[in-house]
């Protein structure tokens, strides 16, 4: 008789050599301190992703290793959070429960994995106080967990099919790849790679994986031809003719699955082709009993509790057992635990497809009773999933929206939302609701409120306005708690992405409709209402207090105490980036008294705000210390909860970075961007942050295709974020200016200044950077220009620097904050257009140009703006040597050089003459030259920008003629270029 599966590994020596080096790497990752290796094991299924890891496991063993292996299984849309940690942690108890003891002892959020407390439950009200979304507490719990068992014994976690893995489970994942170890932990996890569709989220974050350094990939190839024959011959070992190993080898194509199957049939050759068929031929020597166990086992997917299979199965507890003692000795099951499992998954789908509908729907049905009956039997992700697919579309309501709050409750806000979502369409039934109780504007609260804390607002908004438009609205002027409830929401969530309408009218319209008298939505309405409201309009800081007050007192007398936190920051942060001198001190002290308030109250996202808030307060006073300290602390608060993409975490992150990027600490800009380059997120939130990275990468002249091609993606989220619009093209007029293209640099501007002007204003203050920045790029393309483009260069420069006059003027006139920033940009943008108009042969006071660039140094300096400081430096240093002052050039370019060296930034010295140091000099006075008058005709026509053709045709002299007179005449002053002649002869007085 054929054995039906090797006991000898056949053809994976080189890969299992591979895997096994990460246990190696573990230690020593653990006694030097660096990062731990993970192994991504990848491959078809049943091309022996299993059998590798059993071989694995097995070499870890021998070496006195702990393998803890935990399974994602498949609940469709039915997520379940963390559940191969689950399964882990329920190994651990099993075998040391006193370790798990001591673990939890010290970080609790470790019994929310613990596989009795993942069950249904009876819910208890929780009125104001939402549960947490603390992801971050159970990501330690597990890493302390893990760093605890390997103390003991060095620990090989396995985490098998990634395919069907939550998003949670994927981020866990992501922080355990990038927390180093200080006892020996290795991990490899595996996935179907052809189960990785386009859209398959684990598609993209295997990519994002896959560039941290730490992280290996190990695809599994099939069986080569002699490696499958090799198969055929221990499987079967009396041997097969001829023709039936060469028809196993054909239909199996490597698949080591497949090979065991047919081998194992014992009939191949009178298989039919589809797969199914194939894998379904192993039913038929089963009982009819044992069979049946299968078809009730495979409706639960890969693996089913004995207790649950038990309960839906309606056998007898003797014909139970029988049946799954048979499908386990027929390899159809595998026991394990209190689980039994399909010995491969393809074989459970097989079974399950052969199922008839009706089949289908009357076995999903007994398994959502079992689960609503009997507490403790399963989670609400699996009810949900089982009443679904029975058609008990009540049952699946009320299953998905606990499923979603218990997802919310460990962290999983994108599992949330999916629960949330079949919850709210599933509401489309008026009936349904009324029926059940079930307030449609509060599920749909709570899915904007997930999908925000996803990172994903502009989907969160989008779901609200489709709500809010097939909502009824009730008689004028009654109150409306449903319209209320989802417009206030929806007017918060507007605030954070870019719009065209307007939040304030908006939200008091919320505020209108909302209840009166002692309600606690009114009391959110309110509060939330005074957040916008002095957030759009800071002058109507007076009337946002008025109303933040009536809500604390709302959300004290209701004892609301995290809705309670919000507001005193609310109230607290009302005027603290306005106010200036002592008066914001004490703002700043109260703010922190606030953020205090908060963290004691458990208010997580109002602890959040008030960081955030204290963060921005000391960037727009250039008090880069502080900023970064408070920006850092809100990153650290959310490395614990883990939502990177939050609102208020990734603007800390956001502006974090260009801290970075302005003090200088380049290193540490490229960091925080691949710090969120193995996560998976949202479009916006990552295209807030990338810019940054590139513009380092310019600043130090390297990865110019990625820098080309990173920002040409970027470009069509103009118009959904004006953050990313304008940092974006920030970077690439600056790369366009390294390269002296003004045409490059213009055209970005124009189309920027189109996007922001319509989803801001025209008026907007960055306007006033990017013009200063185009202008650096016109003065690095003029050389090289036409007299024509001369001239059409200069009246643009008129014109930019008339738009950066005015939208100053606009913020002073409106009283917005123009901080040490705002008026560096706006000195450099003065300086800039004077440099224009010097080099198109249009100087003005010589004075007025050198302290243009002296003003606009000085704020760079006051700032503290390196990469600035390095530009105008290398600037002025070239002015300077062009007006005759080669000391003070000397001495500014000395300065610029030294900055671009500790940045590695050799673009930013794009303006002097020659990036290589000069060598000291003696001064040097101004040497008498002489010229003709054809000479002196000449060079007047060279300073107004006319090429050599264009002067031989004006003086009637040919091109070759007026080239040597050229010559000449640079050699006579010592000008290095044209520029530079124009500029001695100016300075000289040479041109009459």
């Known amino acids: 008789m054929a054995a039906h599966s090797s006991l000898t590994m056949v053809g994976r020596?080189?890969?299992?050599?591979?895997?096994?080096?990460?246990?190696?790497?573990?230690?020593?990752?653990?006694?030097?301190?660096?990062?731990?290796?993970?192994?991504?094991?990848?491959?078809?299924?049943?091309?022996?992703?299993t059998r590798l890891l059993r071989a694995l496991r097995d070499h870890a063993l021998e070496r006195d290793w702990q393998v803890l292996a935990g399974h994602c299984l498949d609940f469709g849309e039915s997520a379940l959070p963390y559940l191969p940690f689950s399964e882990v942690l329920g190994r651990i108890a099993a075998a040391r429960p006193e370790l798990v003891d001591a673990v939890a002892a010290l970080h609790p959020a470790l019994a929310r994995l613990q596989p009795g407390r993942r069950t249904r439950a009876a819910g208890e009200g929780e009125g104001d106080r939402v549960l947490a979304v603390d992801r971050g507490d159970t990501f330690e719990a597990v890493h302390a967990l893990l760093e605890t068992a390997a103390a003991e014994a060095p620990v090989l976690l396995v985490v098998e099919d990634l395919h069907w893995a939550d998003q949670s489970t994927r981020d866990m994942l992501g922080f355990l790849f990038t927390r180093p170890f200080t006892q020996p932990v290795a991990i490899v996890a595996s996935y179907r790679s052809d189960d990785l569709h386009r859209r398959h989220p684990l598609r993209r974050q295997v990519a994002e994986w896959s560039r941290l350094p730490q992280v290996a990939r190990l695809p599994l190839a099939p069986l080569t031809e002699p490696d499958v024959r090799a198969l055929v011959r221990e499987l079967a070992p009396t041997g097969l003719d001829a023709r039936d190993v060469a028809r196993i080898v054909e239909r199996a194509e490597g698949n080591a699955f497949f090979v065991e199957e047919l081998v194992a049939s014992g009939h191949c050759r009178d298989l039919p082709d589809d797969l199914a068929d194939l894998l379904l031929v192993r039913l038929d020597g089963l009982s009819d009993a044992a069979r049946h166990?299968?078809?009730?086992?495979?409706?639960?997917g890969r693996r089913v509790t004995h207790d649950l299979l038990a309960a839906t199965a309606d056998l007898t507890a003797d014909q139970l057992d029988d049946g799954v003692?048979?499908?386990?000795?027929?390899?159809?099951?595998?026991?394990?635990?209190?689980?039994?499992?399909?010995?491969?998954?393809l074989l459970g789908e097989a079974v399950y497809d052969d199922l008839l509908p009706g089949e289908r729907v009357r076995l999903h049905a007994r398994y959502a009773a079992a689960l609503a009956d009997v507490s403790g039997l399963g989670t609400a992700a699996e009810l949900a999933l089982h009443a679904r697919r029975a058609n008990d579309l009540d049952q699946a309501l009320v299953a998905s929206i606990e499923a979603g709050d218990e997802a919310m409750a460990v962290g999983g806000p994108d599992e949330a939302a999916g629960h949330f979502q079949q919850a709210l369409e599933?509401?489309?039934?008026?009936?349904?609701?009324?029926?059940?109780?079930?307030?449609?504007?509060?599920?749909?609260?709570?899915?904007?409120?997930?999908?925000?804390?996803?990172?994903?607002?502009?989907?969160?908004?989008?779901?609200?306005?489709?709500?809010?438009?097939?909502?009824?609205?009730g008689p004028e002027g009654s109150p409306d708690p449903a319209r209320a409830r989802m417009l206030s929401k929806y007017a918060d969530i507007l605030m954070i992405i870019e719009t065209s309408l307007d939040p304030v009218a908006l939200s008091e319209e919320a505020v209108a409709l909302s209840p009166e008298g002692e309600s606690m939505l009114r009391a959110r309405v309110l509060a939330t209402h005074a957040r916008i409201l002095v957030s759009c309009y800071p002058e109507r800081a007076d009337e946002a207090e008025a109303l933040a007050t009536e809500a604390l007192a709302l959300a004290e007398k209701l004892a609301m105490p995290v809705l309670t936190a919000d507001i005193v920051t609310t109230v607290s942060g009302l005027r603290v980036r306005i106010a200036e001198g002592g008066e914001q001190d004490q703002l700043r002290e109260a703010l922190v008294a606030a953020v205090e308030h908060a963290a004691s109250s458990d208010a997580f996202d109002a602890e959040l705000r008030g960081r955030w808030l204290l963060g921005r307060s000391y960037q727009d006073s250039g008090d880069w210390d502080l900023a970064v300290r408070w920006f850092e602390s809100a990153l650290e608060r959310a490395d614990r909860p883990g939502l990177i993409w939050a609102p208020y975490v990734i603007d800390s992150r956001w502006q974090l970075t260009w801290i970075r990027y302005i003090v200088g600490d380049w290193d540490d800009v490229l960091a925080l961007v691949a710090a969120v380059d193995g996560q998976p997120g949202p479009a916006i939130p990552r295209g807030l942050i990338v810019p940054a990275r590139y513009a380092v990468l310019t600043g130090r002249d390297t990865g110019a295709a990625e820098v080309r091609d990173g920002l040409a993606r970027l470009r069509r989220l103009w118009r959904d974020e004006g953050g990313v619009a304008v940092y974006a093209a920030g970077v690439e007029i600056e790369a366009a200016a390294v390269r002296g293209?003004?045409?490059?640099?213009?055209?970005?501007?124009?189309?920027?200044?189109?996007?922001?002007?319509?989803?801001?204003?025209?008026?907007?203050?960055a306007r006033t950077r990017l013009a200063a920045a185009v202008l650096g790029a016109v003065a690095r393309g003029e050389p090289s220009a036409s007299a024509a483009e001369r001239r059409a260069l200069l009246a643009r420069a008129d014109g930019l620097r008339a738009v950066g006059d005015a939208v100053v003027a606009w913020h002073r006139e409106h009283g917005s904050p123009w901080g040490p920033e705002g008026q560096m940009w706006e000195a450099r943008l003065h300086a800039e257009h004077l440099r224009v108009r010097w080099l198109a042969g249009d100087p003005g006071p010589r004075e007025e140009l050198l302290d243009a660039w002296s003003t606009a140094l000085a704020t760079a300096l006051k700032l503290g703006h390196l990469p600035e400081e390095a530009r105008i430096r290398a600037a002025l240093a070239e002015i300077l040597r062009l007006v005759g002052e080669p000391a003070r050039a000397r001495e500014e370019a000395d300065a610029a050089r030294a900055i671009a060296d500790r940045l590695g930034a050799p673009a930013l010295l794009g303006d002097l003459a020659d990036a290589a140091p000069a060598p000291a000099a003696a001064p040097e006075t101004p040497r008498a030259v002489t010229l003709t008058a054809r000479e002196l005709e000449i060079l007047a026509l060279v300073a107004e920008g006319r090429s050599n053709g264009e002067i031989g045709k004006q003086l009637f002299i040919s091109t070759k003629t007026v080239s040597v007179h050229v010559s000449?005449?640079?050699?006579?002053?010592?000008?290095?270029?044209?520029?530079?002649?124009?500029?001695?002869?100016?300075?000289?007085?040479?041109?009459?």
């Open 293 to 300: 166990v299968v078809r009730v086992a495979s409706v639960a």
């Open 325 to 345: 003692r048979q499908a386990v000795e027929m390899n159809v099951l595998e026991a394990g635990g209190l689980h039994y499992s399909f010995r491969h998954a």
């Open 426 to 473: 599933l509401l489309e039934d008026a009936a349904r609701g009324d029926r059940l109780g079930v307030d449609r504007s509060k599920v749909a609260v709570k899915v904007a409120d997930a999908l925000t804390s996803g990172g994903d607002a502009l989907r969160a908004s989008q779901l609200l306005a489709a709500q809010l438009a097939e909502v009824a609205r």
């Open 968 to 992: 000449n005449i640079l050699g006579k002053l010592g000008a290095a270029g044209r520029t530079e002649a124009a500029a001695i002869a100016r300075r000289d007085g040479l041109l009459g």
């Open 13 to 49: 020596d080189d890969e299992l050599a591979e895997a096994s080096a990460v246990l190696d790497a573990a230690v020593s990752a653990a006694e030097t301190g660096t990062t731990h290796r993970v192994v991504l094991l990848s491959g078809d299924a049943g091309v022996g992703k």
């Open 741 to 765: 293209d003004a045409a490059a640099a213009l055209a970005v501007y124009d189309e920027v200044v189109d996007v922001l002007s319509v989803i801001w204003r025209e008026s907007f203050g």
